[in-house]
T-cell receptor, first 116, second 112 residues
Framework: DSGVTQTPKHLITATGQRVTLRCSPR?????VYWYQQSLDQGLQFLIQ???????AKGNILERFSAQQFPDLHSELNLSSLELGDSALYFC???????????????FGEGSWLTVV | QQQVKQSPQSLIVQKGGISIINCAYE??????FPWYQQFPGKGPALLIA?????SEKKEGRFTISFNKSAKQFSLHIMDSQPGDSATYFC???????????FGAGTRLTVKP
């Protein structure tokens, strides 16, 4: 168990809908990262927050947004969902801001999103 | 867009054998190269990582070999065990640019 908690574990929703994925980082971790894993695109970095502030942005669509709250939990909001958004969404956390030998990123078990 | 290319896509090894997975990168600014292990239904877990100032790092049965001039790095699993059967991802990133790039993954099967 990595200590990173994600909810829900599975979610099925219709095209055009909006969903929110929730992440609780490991105790003491200030950084939260969101990744998308799909068969065709592999594992892709979406966005990172550090201590409440956006720190880095990757291949995140404009229909997606995220935030990190004062208690350090984070939410990923996916709107106007399309079939192609079906994927496994991972949250990860680390103590410091940049992945490094002294700053391991720990992944949660993911939230499976199926858009029908 | 900087990519990390990983091969092979799948690998079958006999118990006790050596598993070798290779990765190549493009961006010479990358300075952190981790390997992740992922079991079905679980998130990736850090296995071992290296910085480009060393050519090899060993932790137990797992070794990273790093060739800076060739922009390649590889994971060697010695004495492979059935419990090592998982998908392995290489990755690369640079300090303060947290868009870590992952390889496509290698599905390793270790036969008893």
């Amino acid at each position: 168990d990595s200590g990173v908690t994600q909810t829900p574990k599975h979610l099925i929703t219709a095209t055009g809908q909006r969903v929110t994925l929730r992440c609780s980082p490991r105790s003491g971790d200030l950084s939260v990262y969101w990744y998308q894993q799909s068969l065709d695109q592999g594992l892709q970095f979406l966005i990172q927050y550090y201590n409440g502030e956006e720190r880095a942005k990757g291949n995140i669509l404009e229909r997606f947004s995220a935030q990190q709250f004062p208690d350090l939990h984070s939410e990923l909001n996916l709107s106007s969902l399309e079939l192609g958004d079906s994927a496994l969404y991972f949250c990860a956390s680390s103590v410091f801001s940049s992945p490094d030998l002294e700053n391991t990123i720990y992944f949660g078990e993911g939230s499976w999103l199926t858009v029908v | 867009q900087q990519q990390v290319k990983q091969s092979p896509q799948s690998l079958i090894v006999q118990k006790g054998g050596i598993s070798i997975i290779n990765c190549a990168y493009e961006n010479t600014a990358f300075d952190y190269f981790p390997w992740y292990q992922q079991f079905p239904g679980k998130g990736p877990a850090l296995l071992i990582a290296i910085r480009p100032d060393v050519s090899e790092k060993k932790e137990g049965r797992f070794t990273i070999s790093f060739n800076k001039s060739a922009k390649q790095f590889s994971l060697h699993i010695m004495d492979s065990q059935p419990g090592d059967s998982a998908t392995y991802f290489c990755a690369a990133t640079m300090y303060n640019n947290n868009d870590m790039r992952f390889g496509a993954g290698t599905r390793l099967t270790v036969k008893p």
